[in-house]
């Protein structure tokens, strides 16, 4: 069965650009972001690499360690990651797993056979301190993602585990949220938002960004 929101996300012991890697120990207490991409030496992914890479400061600020997987083997990764660094203006400083042997593809259901019966498809998890998987994203070969949306779900998901708020659609950093519906209880919701909330109506109660 395919892996679901909620679901810990499995652990795995692989090679990779920087040496062998135990997922859950590499992890630690970080977030983090494991990221499939068709094949190494390709256009759009070799932009996609170069940006998250470029992304590094962001999302070590927001306390997320980033790992990304082919079916490539460690050689490819390696001379591949020269060219990101030589055409992305950037030092690739995370590691690449090499899935030759599609263990880890497998456990994440990163191969869909109609659509490429070789190649993983371009999908992305964010995984929470906990291993919980809190976002599953699955991208055509042909579009590249959009990393500054990844850092917006970070940012959303931190605020609903720090604060009780949840993101309206199109949410940008210092919008208003949304108080979660199952906060009832008025002394917390006072103590919560010392800047007070609107209700629009009874279910849909708009407050400051609380860290803002
Ligand atoms: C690319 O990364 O450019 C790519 C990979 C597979 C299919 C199409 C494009």
């Keep these: 069965m395919s892996l679901r929101l909620g679901d810990i996300a499995p652990d795995f012991e692989q090679d990779s650009s920087e040496g062998r890697i135990r997922f859950h120990e590499w992890l630690g207490d970080s ?4 990221f499939s991409h068709p094949a190494d030496f390709t256009p ?10 470029r992304l590094k400061d962001e999302f070590a600020r927001r306390g997320v360690k ?14 591949w ?8 203006d950037t030092v690739v400083s995370f590691p690449i797993i ?13 191969i869909h056979p109609n659509a490429n019966d070789t190649l993983t498809v371009r999908s992305l998890f964010i995984i929470d301190p906990k291993k919980k998987v809190r976002l599953i994203i699955t991208y055509p070969a042909s579009t590249g993602r959009n990393f500054n949306e990844i850092l917006r779900v970070i940012d959303s998901l931190q605020l609903t585990d720090n604060h009780k708020v949840a993101t309206p659609g199109n949410w940008q950093d210092g919008d208003e949220v949304v108080i979660v519906p199952s906060l009832q209880d008025e ?6 938002f010392p800047r007070g909330y609107r209700a629009v109506k009874p ?10």
Excluded at 31 to 34: Q, R
Excluded at 44 to 53: A, F, I, Q, Y
């Design 31 to 34: 977030w983090g972001v494991l």
């Design 44 to 53: 759009v992914c070799t932009t996609e690499l170069g940006l998250t890479s």
């Design 66 to 79: 980033v790992i990304a997987l082919s079916v490539d083997p460690v050689e490819s990764h390696v001379r």
């Design 81 to 88: 990651i020269d060219d990101i660094n030589e055409t992305q």
């Design 98 to 110: 090499a899935d030759a042997d599609r263990k880890v593809s497998e456990r994440y259901d990163l």
């Design 187 to 192: 002394e917390e919701i006072r103590q919560r």
């Design 203 to 212: 279910y849909l109660r708009l407050t400051p960004q609380p860290n803002r």
